[in-house]
DNA sequence: CTGAAAGCGCTTACAG
DNA sequence: CTGAAAGCGCTTACAG
């Protein structure tokens, strides 16, 4: 390791000394604050740009007593799928990086299936004030209530996993629903020949996430129309969960329809698709959605042939980070993120990192 | 945001006051320095393991008036390939976060084909000292012998994008080829019936990279096998890049083997493949390797189907990461970490962030 | 074997 | 409008 050179001042210090004022002055400028006569606030602007001169964040976090707080709202684990884990983790791990630079995560849950669970965690959340906040907008006009609060009271907030682009907030960080349906097309079309059919099945009772859902179906059709492909593709809706339901909603089209040659479910239900399929020992391919245990299994099985992921860790992730470069770096921040759409099959499941 | 709280003691001046030494005894046995009697460095390991004390990053760095030095040697940019751009960029990128912290990379580069390069960069390298060491060892030979000195050293070294499993090193980032053969295999499957034939195409002047793509090879044809797939699976070595060569090659068996139905290519060279394809106007199904912009434009004119990709930019930057935390962070770092295999098609490529 | 003191590059009251 | 001084949590000579 080599010592620094016996130090000629540099920063704050070798502005001040230019400029022939305290660090305390030179200080005021960088950060804006009203005080300085614009004569000197000018002086001082000109050696900084001058020195090209980069603020060091070490020591602006070691010197500053003052904590910035992120709080998080996203929905619950457990219950019917486990698709929140992989955000959680990514909350997680940002915390652990930020918490070396003094930055504290508050997280907040809110039940999937109970919008009043949204109403009253966001307002908890509100009460603890904090500098930033990171949001799964799961249920649209809560959501749009809650963070026009958040502008009136200028607290930056970012969206994740889906959003409203009406509302003007710090960034969108997920997927492109569209487009991934599009994706999917293609993928199909590799999978079926010209006379065969595809089932879109969706898979949802509520019915804001079914409009997320006929984005995906949207553009899996666009595919094929833009393609020229002819396919027969046909869509159900399924709005139990249980074996039952899925049962005597699918059956009722493949035994109707023999040339059905693809299933694609549109989320991450794609396991009680599967797992009917593998029961009745239908001999379909079968595409769905996320990185999930359950998908996993019937992935690895054989049953499932791909799944599209679009890396829910990092996108909590990411958004945290985005809160922390607006908060600390002042950086400005893209304000919107797409995911990458990531093809799973059984053979590089093991190498997806997330 | 919060003030802290009218700060307890804390960190190592708290350490300090419980076992009533001055905190330059406490930094001694932090940072296991001679000098401090077993009495006393018992007392104060208690302490710290009591307090579960966590030494504060930003002010060690700050404080230190060390600069820990990296230095990377990758094959340069140009000529015939422009893989090497991208882990540049993950280079460059890891290097813009960590001059904050007071870390400097110095960047090494030699002709991927030429032998001699690679020993006259290394040894040059090696006269400048650096803490930590990151290494594409595109030949093997020469990169043992180098990491042997480095050894001898004791300058911890990382190898990205292919391995030598015999030497210890800090750690190997990068693919495992056998296992992208595989998923190629895969794919591959879904895309011909069983009467249609594999034509493999390494495509490569020098005798060390055919050793890793053949690699690709045994795990493409190790998953036609596994699943009792009988399709006949033809190979063929194209030795020269220009037109002609690939030309001459690929003609001789395109035309003697009517029912090739895709043409796997075991590395980034696709794009020379997929120009040969498109003037004769053949009909069949193209894989290749890599994100490279050659690449892209067959893939957006549908004449490359499929592109097999592993984040070459994160694995550079990972690489350097790994350096940081062994050097700075004194973290334990895995020995292995294999990236994932993604498939990119004409659908996705847009959103392939790397 | 141990401690007192200066300093890293900033921020933050406080005083004028 | 401006400056002197203390302090953030460490490391680093230097002295004993």
Redo the contacts with the bound molecule.
Sequence with gaps: MK?KLP?EL????EIARRA??????V??V??KR????????DKINKIISDLD?Q??LL??R?????TIRIATLIPKIGGESSFWEAPLRGIEQAESELRQMGIIIEKFFFDQEDSETFIKQSRLLLRHEPDGILIAPSFVDEAIEFTTTCKERHIPFVYINSDIPEQKSLCYIGPDLYRSGYLAGNLISYLVNDNQEILITNVTKELEDRHHLVRKEEGLRAYFADHKRNNVIRTIDVLQFDADSIESALSLQLNENKNIGVVFVTNSRVASVANYLKSFNHDVLLVGYDFLKENIEYLNEGVIDFLICQKPVEQAYRGVMSLYQHLVLSTTVEDIYLMPIDIITKENYAYYRN
Excluded at 10 to 13: A, C, L, R, V, Y
Excluded at 34 to 41: H, I
């Design positions: 010592k130090t540099s920063g704050i210090k022939n004022v305290s660090i305390a002055t200080d005021r960088i950060h009203t005080g300085v006569s614009l004569k000197t606030r001169y603020p060091n020591a602006r070691l010197a500053s007593r003052k």
